[in-house]
């Protein structure tokens, strides 16, 4: 037996070279997973398991108008940070911040800038927040319907993620 726990071999079809069709017995699959080492099934579930379809944003920068709370955490500059703040997405690819932060433990209120983002229609996308050699540098992922943002900085030596939520929907 190749795999513990199966009497048979794994029964899936394919119909007309359409992934979409494909028939997988759930029983058998679920059996088949719960006996593979953990590194393998992480490889197989993908190939075997059709496609989610990719959530998109067609839209793109207007997906994000509108004000949200921003919360950010991490650490930054060799000290941890944490900041709270609104930021108001223009639609058009620009942003305003405003808001507190601590940085590693030293707070600083009425902080406030500015940056440019784009959303992709895949709903990912990137932002810049300030210019210069001072920027700082970030891809998110935004909800279909632009709700919330999730964040990440991907400047070298920073390690920061935030969550943005919509203070109110847009007309």
Known sequence: MLFPGLSRPLSI???HRDISRVRINMNQFARLYRSLPPAFAMVLLPIVLPAQ???QCPLQNI????A???VASGFSGGGPFAAVGIAVYDGAGGFQLSG???FNGTIAKGLSGSGTYTVNRDCTGSQTFGSGSTA???DFVITRDGRQITYIQTDNGATVTAVASRMN???
């Open 68 to 70: 949200y709370v921003l």
């Open 63 to 66: 997906t994000a108008r509108g």
């Open 13 to 15: 079809t394919l119909e």
């Open 169 to 171: 929907s847009f007309d």
């Open 100 to 102: 507190t932060g601590s």
């Open 53 to 55: 379809q990719t959530p």
């Open 136 to 138: 700082a540098h970030y």
